[in-house]
C-alpha cells in the first residue's frame, strides 16, 4: 500500500508541476495599467450606439519593444461604473487578448507583442443597459500595419 500511495505522489507531483510550469499563451495575458509608447494615428475612435450618440473612446498605442507592442484601452465617459470590454489581436492571431468586466474609468490595457509586420485588430464596448441605444461599440483593422 504505501508503494502505491509513493507512485501516486509522485505521479502528483508531476502533473502539478506540469500545471505550474505551463506557458501563458498570449490570449491569458494580463492587463497593464499605462499603455506603453504612443497613440496610433487615427485613434481615439469613438464608441457609438445604434443613433451614433457617443459615450466613450477607444485607444490604440505603439511602442518599438518587444518586436513591436501594441496596447489597447476603452475609456468611459459617463458616470458610475459600467460594463465595458476591450480585445486586442494581431493578424495571425485568431484569438485575441481581452479585458471584460464591469468599470468606472477604463478597461484594459490588454496588449499584444510581436506585432512589428503585422496588422493589428482591436474593439471595444461599452453598455449603459439594456436595448441598443444603450450599446456602445467601435472597432478597427487592419490597422498599425508594419
Not at 66 to 82: E, F, L, P, W
Not at 98 to 124: L, M
Request: net charge positive.
Amino acid at each position: 500500500m504505501r508503494s502505491f500511495v509513493r507512485k501516486f505522489a509522485v505521479v502528483a507531483g508531476v502533473v502539478v508541476a506540469g500545471v505550474v510550469v505551463a506557458p501563458v499563451t498570449q490570449a491569458q495575458a494580463a492587463t497593464v495599467a499605462t499603455c506603453p509608447g504612443s497613440e496610433v494615428s487615427g485613434f481615439p475612435k469613438s464608441l457609438k450606439n445604434s443613433l451614433g450618440e457617443l459615450a466613450g473612446s477607444l485607444h490604440l498605442w505603439y511602442s518599438s519593444a518587444n518586436g513591436g507592442t501594441n496596447c489597447a484601452k476603452v475609456y468611459d465617459d459617463m458616470s458610475g461604473s459600467h460594463s465595458m470590454s476591450v480585445s486586442i489581436r494581431r493578424s495571425d492571431q485568431s484569438t485575441p487578448v481581452t479585458d471584460s468586466g464591469t468599470f468606472s474609468t477604463y478597461a484594459g490595457g490588454v496588449v499584444v507583442t510581436g506585432t512589428n509586420g503585422k496588422c493589428i485588430y482591436v474593439s471595444g464596448n461599452l453598455s449603459l443597459g439594456s436595448g441598443s441605444v444603450n450599446q456602445f461599440r467601435a472597432s478597427a483593422g487592419p490597422v498599425a500595419c508594419g
